[in-house]
């Protein structure tokens, strides 16, 4: 048997399955601790094309857990440097940059060509909401990351409906959004059962938002793995697709 990049793939889930991932588009919004490694692993498993959104550039407190973040690639568009990243090792990858921050004013911009699955690594609730509720109305698979930050235990991560969540306060908000915007269906989503710890160190006085003042605490650990994990799912529902 000739060696080939996806033979080891090939072994899992037959030829036929590695043809099935050549034809899929998946689109990854936020391409940051957990959708850098999503897309890594999304393109190293064979997935033909790829869409990445983000209005991001890479940060030099990004380099502790992000896959595409390198004194390099510093302040340089995180969607550019993947992009770069995947073509060192996929010739075959159709990759398709849009350096935006994703609202659903985008929609027809980014779902002008037919996607086969949809992951959401966004940070900020009220996008994360729009996209969901596109998903969910136009019936496009998907998975949802909850929070991730404030944790260090990447083997707390779980795959379920937002409606079964806990300890995850981030899905919290999104089950109240969910509820109180009246978007109905399941909605699967990659939580951690861990209790995050509180994050109250003020690293920039002059920011404008909470956030911005004290950043969420966040490991190489748990960030990847839910990324993994999403790939890993997304996956699977391709394959099962009929």
């Not at 391409?31 to 991001?56: K, M, N, P």
């Amino acid at each position: 048997m000739e060696e080939t990049p996806l033979q080891r793939m090939e072994l899992l889930i037959q030829k036929e399955g590695i043809e099935r991932l050549k034809q899929a588009c998946v689109m990854v919004v936020g391409v940051g601790g957990v959708g850098s490694y999503a897309t890594e692993a999304l393109a190293r498993c064979g997935i033909g094309t790829l869409i990445l959104v983000d209005g991001d550039t890479v940060a030099i407190s990004n380099l502790n857990r992000q896959i595409h973040a390198t004194y390099e690639t510093l302040h340089q568009s995180k969607t550019k440097v993947m992009k770069e990243r995947i073509e060192t090792y996929r010739k075959d990858c159709h990759i398709i940059c849009h350096d935006i921050f994703y609202n659903a004013d985008q929609n027809e911009l980014l779902f002008q060509q037919p996607v086969d699955f949809v992951v959401d690594a966004i940070d900020t609730m009220s996008s994360k909401l729009e996209l969901i509720r596109y998903c969910v109305e136009h019936k496009i698979p998907f998975i949802s990351s909850m929070g991730m930050a404030n944790r260090m235990d990447p083997t707390k991560i779980e795959i379920t409906d937002l409606m079964k969540t806990n300890y995850d306060p981030v899905a919290k908000i999104m089950r109240n959004l969910v509820r109180k915007n009246k978007i109905k269906g399941k909605i699967p989503v990659l939580f951690s059962t861990e209790q995050p710890m509180t994050q109250a160190v003020i690293v920039n006085e002059n920011g404008a938002t909470r956030k911005q003042k004290m950043p969420p605490a966040s490991s190489p650990f748990v960030p990847s793995a839910a990324g993994l994990a999403a790939a890993s799912y997304a996956v699977r529902v391709i394959l099962n697709q009929k």
